[in-house]
């Protein structure tokens, strides 16, 4: 669920994944569908045959319910599938892209690189870099990224929850798109749970994405993120110039089955985090 609140209260055109869930169960049966039937042809007018809906009204729905469109989700969730044979399988880089349904092995790269952050090769050598970076974070204790201010770009800020006791480190992120995917337009670490704030944040319209990853968690965890605490705005924020962002109160919660992917090496969101400290 993404909740924003302002000093009147809460702002109702942002929707928690339990409502849309409770509009739209239906949803449900078909994303174990797609699950249980990725490796094969998965077009939309079967996917819509199976919820029993025109295709255009299927499309209509499976949006509003998880923010993507159907095929887009698909596309998602091999890409998932695929770093999971990367990191638990001896195929081939060419074999695992054959699988999803990728059938040049130059295509199934660019997409893998440009949606996870890292190539399929370099995504599977990067489990001793994940606990790695884990251990630098915790070395870390608490701390706060130096922040620039401009007076032309707008402050996106908010605090950090947790439906369940949580100590670890938060991955906070504003993407272009309500799933996170490729690198975030603007991204940071908080230890734990509290506030955060982008600063310089261009005009615009974003989507906020949060994940976290508790102290002692292995490096398969963190290279395929399944059972995190996370959070997504299906609803965009919008950056207007001369309009302040009100402060976000944001919810992290147990993945849920309509959650997409968490498809950023975070490994390299923790990289490129200690780079920027270390400067």
């Given at each position: 669920?993404?909740?924003?609140?302002?000093?009147?209260?809460?702002?109702?055109?942002?929707?928690?994944?339990?409502?849309?869930?409770?509009?739209?169960?239906?949803?449900?049966?078909?994303?174990?569908?797609?699950?249980?039937?990725?490796?094969?042809?998965?077009?939309?007018?079967?996917?819509?045959?199976?919820?029993?809906?025109?295709?255009?009204?299927?499309?209509?729905?499976?949006?509003?319910?998880i923010?993507?469109?159907?095929?887009?989700?698909?596309?998602?969730?091999?890409?998932?599938?695929?770093?999971?044979?990367?990191?638990?399988?001896?195929?081939?880089?060419?074999?695992?892209?054959?699988?999803?349904?990728?059938?040049?092995?130059?295509?199934?790269?660019?997409?893998?690189?440009?949606?996870?952050?890292?190539?399929?090769?370099?995504?599977?050598?990067?489990?001793?870099?994940?606990?790695?970076?884990?251990?630098?974070?915790?070395?870390?204790?608490?701390?706060?990224?130096?922040?620039?201010?401009?007076?032309?770009?707008?402050?996106?800020?908010?605090?950090l929850h947790?439906?369940?006791?949580?100590?670890?480190?938060?991955?906070?992120?504003?993407?272009?798109?309500?799933?996170?995917?490729?690198?975030?337009?603007?991204?940071?670490?908080?230890?734990?749970?509290?506030?955060?704030?982008?600063?310089?944040?261009?005009?615009?319209?974003?989507?906020?994405?949060?994940?976290?990853?508790?102290?002692?968690?292995?490096?398969?965890?963190?290279?395929?993120?399944?059972?995190?605490?996370?959070?997504?705005?299906?609803?965009?924020?919008?950056?207007?110039?001369?309009?302040?962002?009100?402060?976000?109160?944001?919810?992290?919660?147990?993945?849920?089955?309509?959650?997409?992917?968490?498809?950023?090496?975070?490994?390299?969101?923790?990289?490129?985090?200690?780079?920027?400290?270390?400067?």
């Amino acid at each position: 669920m993404f909740l924003v609140e302002t000093r009147d209260g809460m702002d109702d055109g942002w929707k928690g994944g339990a409502a849309l869930a409770e509009r739209y169960p239906e949803i449900d049966a078909l994303i174990d569908y797609i699950q249980n039937n990725i490796f094969e042809p998965l077009p939309l007018a079967r996917l819509a045959s199976f919820a029993g809906y025109s295709q255009y009204h299927f499309a209509r729905i499976f949006k509003e319910r998880i923010g993507l469109s159907p095929l887009y989700y698909v596309s998602a969730m091999r890409l998932q599938k695929a770093k999971d044979l990367l990191l638990q399988t001896n195929l081939s880089i060419r074999d695992i892209g054959l699988e999803i349904g990728q059938q040049s092995l130059g295509t199934f790269t660019t997409r893998f690189t440009e949606r996870v952050g890292v190539s399929p090769a370099e995504f599977r050598q990067s489990a001793q870099q994940a606990d790695r970076h884990l251990n630098a974070l915790q070395q870390l204790a608490r701390w706060q990224e130096p922040q620039s201010r401009s007076p032309l770009c707008a402050i996106v800020s908010g605090t950090l929850h947790a439906a369940v006791p949580f100590e670890g480190v938060v991955l906070v992120g504003l993407f272009a798109k309500p799933i996170p995917e490729g690198l975030p337009l603007y991204g940071t670490l908080v230890s734990s749970l509290g506030s955060f704030v982008f600063t310089n944040v261009q005009p615009g319209v974003y989507y906020l994405m949060a994940t976290s990853v508790s102290w002692g968690t292995k490096a398969l965890d963190v290279l395929l993120p399944q059972t995190t605490l996370r959070t997504r705005s299906k609803e965009p924020i919008a950056v207007v110039p001369g309009f302040p962002v009100p402060p976000l109160r944001v919810e992290l919660f147990e993945p849920r089955p309509d959650d997409p992917p968490i498809l950023i090496s975070l490994p390299l969101l923790m990289n490129n985090f200690l780079s920027r400290m270390r400067e």
